[in-house]
């Protein structure tokens, strides 16, 4: 099982950026495909962005679509997802997800996931 650490989260004004990283350990991630979701009080969580093992390919939420990009660096045990053009919208804790299957990260079951980062957007 590999766990997942988040980190980077914070408050930052509407239009700003931030970049949100995910430290793996317990074993390499480099065959997993790795996500990021987000969830706000009283709602499900929702799936942002997800990074094949290779990084190659990628998918995002059509709500962030030309804002967010997903990254990975396999020597570092690490993904990234740098958010740019913020919405008071994009306001939720953002969680790191793991799984070796694509689609289990896509359709929001991955195996592992982090314990979150808050990410609150001011108007």
């Known amino acids: 099982q590999v766990q997942l650490v988040e980190s980077g989260g914070g408050l930052v004004q509407a239009g700003g950026s931030l970049r949100l990283s995910c430290a793996a350990s317990g074993r390499t991630i480099r065959t997993y495909t790795m996500g990021w979701f987000r969830q706000t009080p009283g709602k499900a969580r929702e799936f942002v962005a997800a990074i094949n093992w290779y990084g190659g390919g990628t998918d995002y939420a059509d709500s962030v679509k030309g804002r967010f990009t997903i990254s990975r660096d396999n020597a570092k045990n690490t993904v990234y997802l740098q958010m740019n053009s913020l919405k008071p919208e994009d306001t939720a804790i953002y969680y790191c997800?793991?799984?070796?299957?694509?689609?289990?990260?896509?359709?929001?079951?991955?195996?592992?996931w982090g314990q979150g980062t808050q990410v609150t957007v001011s108007s």
């Open positions: 997800a793991a799984d070796s299957q694509f689609l289990k990260v896509r359709g929001g079951l991955p195996d592992c």
